[in-house]
């Protein structure tokens, strides 16, 4: 059972590159989200999508557009990467029944560099 | 909007020594967890607290919730380099969203 995969690990580009950044998640969970983790600011969350054909804006969706492909898969893509875009991206799902449906499960995080 | 604030920012301990951090909301909260993300690491989930005034114990961790609602704290008895990590506790932001703490960074020293 591999939980939240995320692909790739670690990723440089160049300013004004794009990319995306791909989730699958294997439990079958509803909702999905991408956070961004920068030193001393936790988690923000960047987009979530609560159930398969819907998306909504985090706290810091500025610069980034995301696709929910289907319940399994979540990507994040930066149509033009900046420097400020260097980050740690995590991307979580949750859903399970009842009191645990709040719980989130984490990807191991993509680590991007903006040059 | 909802903020989650989360204290100290860094803790350097004594292996031995307790430790402990902090969470505040500015709203009351349906329910708060609190996740360990190890260096290098992604975060995972620890506990959640649902009821007011609850507190759960797992071996030397003991999570509180306060009666309002609206803060909680972890509490680590005898530190052990296995706790070095970073701590972040989490609240309810809506429909199965989350707010994050910035976190408090443990470091523990032989």
């Known amino acids: 059972n591999a939980g939240v995969t995320q692909t790739p690990k670690f990723q440089v580009l160049k300013t004004g590159q794009s990319m995306t950044l791909q989730c699958a998640q294997d439990?079958?969970?509803?909702?999905m989200y991408w956070y961004r983790q920068d030193p001393g600011m936790g988690l923000r969350l960047i987009y979530y999508?609560?159930?398969?054909?819907?998306?909504d804006k985090g706290e810091v969706p500025n610069g980034y557009n995301v696709s929910r492909l289907n319940k399994r898969e979540f990507s994040l893509r930066l149509e033009s990467a900046a420097p400020s875009q260097t980050s740690v991206y995590f991307c979580a799902s949750s859903g399970q029944d009842g009191i645990a449906k709040n719980i989130q499960y984490f990807g191991a995080g993509t680590r991007l560099s903006v040059l | 909007g909802q903020q989650v604030m989360q204290i100290p920012q860094y803790q350097h301990v004594q292996e031995g020594e307790d430790f402990t951090t902090y969470c505040n909301s500015s709203?009351?909260?349906?329910?708060i967890q609190w996740y360990k993300q190890r260096p290098g690491g992604h975060p995972v989930f620890l506990i959640q607290?649902?009821?007011?005034?609850e507190v759960k114990k797992q071996k030397r961790l003991t999570f509180q919730f306060g009666e309002a609602k609206k803060n909680s704290s972890l509490h680590i008895t005898a530190t052990q380099t296995t706790d070095v990590g970073t701590y972040f506790c989490a609240g309810g932001g809506g429909y199965n969203k989350l707010i994050f703490g910035a976190g408090t960074r443990l470091a523990v020293h032989p």
């Open positions: 607290l649902v009821k007011s005034g």
């Open positions: 999508s609560a159930s398969e054909g819907t998306t």
């Open positions: 709203t009351t909260l349906s329910n």
């Open positions: 439990m079958n969970h509803n909702s």
